[in-house]
Each structure stands twice: as C-alpha cells, then as structure tokens.
Nanobody, 121 residues
Framework: VQLVESGGGLVQPGGSLRLSCAASGFTFSSYAMSWYRQAPGKERELVAGISSAVDTTKYADNVKGRFTVSRDNAKNTGYLQMNTLKPEDTAVYYC???????????????WGKGTLVTVSS
C-alpha cells in the first residue's frame, strides 16, 4: 500500500491550497477517505471525509464552507480543496483510507505520511 500526499506548502491568510492523495496497493473504491490534521502541540483531528461511493461527505465545523473533500475513483486519488485559509489551519494534513465490515469493524486502515500546510503572512 502506498499513499502519496502532495499540495502542501506556505500560503497567506485568505489563500487556497489543494491537497492530493494518490493511492495504490488496495481497492481504492472500497474505502472511505478522510483527511485529518495535527497542529503543533495538539491532537490529530478529523477535517473532512467522503464515502467510498462518493455520495456522502462530512466536515468539521471549523472548516465547513471553506474546505471541500472529493475523490476520483478512476484515478485512485483523493483531494482536499482548502479556501479562505486561516492561520489556525496550519497543521500537518494526513489522508486516511478505511474500510468497514458489514458489522462495522475496521478491516482496512491506511494512512499517508502527511503534508505540511502553513498559513502565515
């Protein structure tokens, strides 16, 4: 399994970035995808998620209306479009792919290595 994140970097407040997560080595379309982030000194938190069937999305309250999660199952790639970025969005962002059994047990759980997003003037 390989997850390659890209798109992080330094951006000014109010700016935009698009993170990508290219996956290989597992059945991409069978896994729900999420983006998490971890700021210095803080716990990792869920930012956004999208179902395997691309029919359901969810967002943390502090990014709703600014971030958009999407995926292209044909390209085995997930995305996080981040607009109107704020300094408090500064963190390492991780993509996660998770598959559940019919009973709700996690039967697959893969994490990227993370990409740093810094929002600063």
């Amino acid at each position: 399994v390989q997850l390659v994140e890209s798109g992080g970097g330094l951006v000014q407040p109010g700016g935009s970035l698009r993170l990508s997560c290219a996956a290989s080595g597992f059945t991409f379309s069978s896994y729900a995808m999420s983006w998490y982030r971890q700021a210095p000194g803080k716990e990792r938190e869920l930012v956004a998620g999208i179902s395997s069937a691309v029919d359901t999305t969810k967002y943390a309250d502090n990014v709703k209306g600014r971030f958009t999660v999407s995926r292209d199952n044909a390209k085995n790639t997930g995305y996080l479009q981040m607009n109107t970025l704020k300094p408090e969005d500064t963190a390492v962002y991780y993509c996660n792919f998770r598959r559940f059994s019919l009973h709700g047990s996690i039967i697959g759980d893969y994490w990227g290595k993370g990409t740093l997003v810094t929002v600063s003037s």
